[in-house]
């Protein structure tokens, strides 16, 4: 069924969430788990203002190394074979989706993150762009609601 699972992780809760999902399925299954991150390219602007400073692509590589690793161990913690990557592409779902193909992932499992109609018009939805690019299944991670408060 499920043997090569791409979990799309940056750290957010959200995600956070949807891996410690995963990590349920993919004992399950004993699946090969691939921790995948999307870092957008530094933006024209500030490209077009000249170089960027020497350090800008490692202390951008460096910050996300650290998500990667946070989920690699709670992976890793579960017994799971897992790998990290990164890829620097301007479009999270077509990188996740290309990702998913090159691989010959079963599954992708991505976090949902609540925003506003606007908010979701304005930037679009990584999950909903995925539906049409993945080359496989998908497991959009509902967030798990915090507790109500006793009265």
Known sequence: MFQTIVFA???SPECRDALREGVDLASRLNARCHLLAVVPPPPALALAAGPLPDNYLEN????IGDVLEEGLALLRQAGLDAVGAVKIWEEPAEAI???ASAIGADLVIVGHH???AIDRWWHGSVGHSLLDRSPCSLLVAKPREAPAPSS
């Open 97 to 99: 989706g290309l990702f």
């Open 60 to 63: 951008a590589q460096a910050g």
């Open 9 to 11: 992780y940056d750290g």
């Open 114 to 116: 609540r925003r506003s």
